[in-house]
């Protein structure tokens, strides 16, 4: 296939099957898209309805006709992209008249619906106890894409988890299906499988990196840390305690600080 121009000045051809495929593919991901679709035409146009061009992180694809109009739609495709970059789904029809604006003559204009697909930020739950149960609905609710690994048949249930994916296994059980630009928040039964959790998480190199536990236990994960030859920056990411401050107790309290901590992560990560 031919290379995307980085400016995204030339889009590459692909057939509506191949804009499908790339949607389809950034749905799957949880990744951001923006899609552009010929709705309407008015006069005389290059452009045919039902013609698609799509916005990925890899690139531009498909064509809503070419020439000036397409460099128009690309440009509000572009902006579409940014919002769903940031968590932000949108759709709209624009119009686009072939006229001097665009420096055609055609004098005809194009209806063309923008669409922004948000991205799901990806967070993989360690751990499927009482904090897990609560807070699992409440990051689906607010668009995470999650995915819950315990190592327990008996709480490694899908019915326990409506919205997420769930593995029975160990933390690397989420190296497959959690990006490395997401979250990995260790909340076990047991404290040396959250430590076990957050060294690999540090490993791999997750975005975002925590645990449920006190001031103590993330004094001790840090000790241990360092005498795992972790560095300080690495040691610095870790969030010990998870969650933002609000004097939670209660599993569903913890799980709400939780949430407020993902949302204000993603908000600061899209910025």
């Given at each position: 296939?031919?290379?995307?121009?980085?400016?995204?000045?030339?889009?590459?051809?692909?057939?509506?099957?191949?804009?499908?495929?790339?949607?389809?593919?950034?749905?799957?991901?949880?990744?951001?898209?923006?899609?552009?679709?010929?709705?309407?035409?008015?006069?005389?146009?290059?452009?045919?309805?039902?013609?698609?061009?799509?916005?990925?992180?890899?690139?531009?694809?498909?064509?809503?006709?070419?020439?000036?109009?397409?460099?128009?739609?690309?440009r509000?495709?572009?902006?579409?992209f940014?919002?769903?970059?940031?968590?932000?789904?949108?759709?709209?029809?624009?119009?686009?008249?072939?006229?001097?604006?665009?420096?055609?003559c055609?004098?005809?204009?194009?209806?063309?619906?923008?669409?922004?697909?948000a991205a799901?930020?990806?967070?993989?739950?360690v751990?499927?106890?009482?904090?897990?149960?609560?807070?699992?609905?409440?990051?689906?609710?607010?668009?995470?894409?999650?995915?819950?690994?315990?190592?327990?048949?008996?709480?490694?249930?899908?019915e326990?988890?409506a919205?997420?994916?769930?593995?029975?296994?160990?933390?690397?059980?989420?190296?497959?299906?959690?990006?490395?630009?997401?979250?990995?928040?260790?909340?076990t039964?047991?404290h040396?499988?959250?430590?076990?959790?957050?060294?690999?998480?540090?490993r791999?190199?997750?975005?975002?990196?925590?645990?449920v536990?006190?001031?103590?236990?993330?004094?001790?994960?840090?000790?241990?840390?360092?005498?795992?030859?972790?560095?300080?920056?690495?040691?610095?990411?870790v969030?010990?305690?998870?969650?933002?401050?609000?004097?939670?107790?209660?599993?569903?309290?913890?799980?709400?600080?939780?949430?407020?901590?993902?949302?204000?992560?993603?908000?600061?990560?899209?910025?």
């Amino acid at each position: 296939m031919e290379a995307v121009d980085e400016a995204l000045a030339v889009p590459v051809g692909t057939g509506l099957a191949g804009v499908l495929r790339r949607v389809a593919e950034a749905a799957e991901g949880g990744r951001a898209a923006a899609l552009a679709t010929v709705i309407g035409r008015h006069g005389s146009t290059p452009s045919t309805p039902g013609q698609k061009l799509v916005r990925t992180a890899e690139g531009c694809f498909g064509t809503v006709g070419g020439g000036a109009v397409e460099a128009a739609v690309l440009r509000a495709l572009e902006e579409a992209f940014a919002r769903a970059g940031r968590g932000e789904g949108s759709a709209r029809v624009e119009t686009f008249r072939l006229g001097a604006g665009l420096g055609m003559c055609c004098g005809g204009s194009v209806d063309v619906l923008i669409e922004a697909m948000a991205a799901q930020w990806p967070v993989g739950v360690v751990g499927a106890g009482h904090v897990a149960a609560a807070l699992v609905p409440m990051l689906v609710g607010l668009g995470f894409a999650v995915t819950v690994v315990d190592a327990r048949e008996a709480y490694a249930l899908e019915e326990r988890f409506a919205g997420a994916r769930v593995l029975c296994g160990e933390p690397g059980e989420l190296a497959e299906v959690v990006p490395r630009r997401g979250a990995v928040l260790a909340m076990t039964h047991d404290h040396q499988r959250d430590q076990d959790a957050v060294e690999w998480a540090l490993r791999e190199g997750y975005a975002y990196v925590g645990a449920v536990g006190s001031r103590a236990k993330a004094a001790r994960t840090s000790a241990r840390l360092e005498a795992r030859d972790f560095s300080e920056a690495d040691r610095g990411r870790v969030h010990i305690p998870l969650g933002v401050k609000i004097g939670a107790r209660s599993p569903a309290e913890i799980a709400v600080s939780i949430a407020a901590a993902m949302v204000a992560w993603r908000a600061g990560a899209a910025d």
